[in-house]
């Protein structure tokens, strides 16, 4: 079969088409083949880079006293897809609060264990008790005091940029 020119030109839009649909297919793939772990310059030297499963033994870690409670210091370091990570468990005494509120630019999650709690959200102290979740998102003020009778027993999970060493 001979081709001329006009069934070549005729043929020219189903051929950009195809073009376009395989550059745009590169472009989709192009993202995930040029993503990278965190770039070490950017990070503290010293940092732990947390690129392997591990447990964190409780009864190998330190527990630190103080006026208010105890707390546990777990890990802090910098996450294979680059976000700072810290993380503790505390004991916060009956009445007491760990710090004043605050804000920060990371946010956290804090996970309470046993206790009663109050919770400083958007100004107002909300109750929180054993089994609930409480977070603090980056640069909102917040707080915590324990308003039981009993310890509050709580783990804190911190993410973000400033937590990189």
Known sequence: MNSTRRDLCLSLPAL???AEMSGIAQQAAAPAATES???PAKIAAGTKIFSDNHIFNARELPIHSGKTGSSQAVCQGVLPTGEGVEMHNTVLLPGMAPH???QHMHSEWLFLREGKVEWLIDGKWEPAEAGD??????MKLHGLKNVGTAPAKYFVM???PNLKG
């Open 16 to 18: 950009a088409f195809f």
């Open 158 to 160: 911190a993410v973000g």
């Open 133 to 138: 979740i409480l977070y603090a998102s980056s």
């Open 100 to 102: 004043p509120p605050h």
């Open 37 to 39: 772990k965190p770039d």
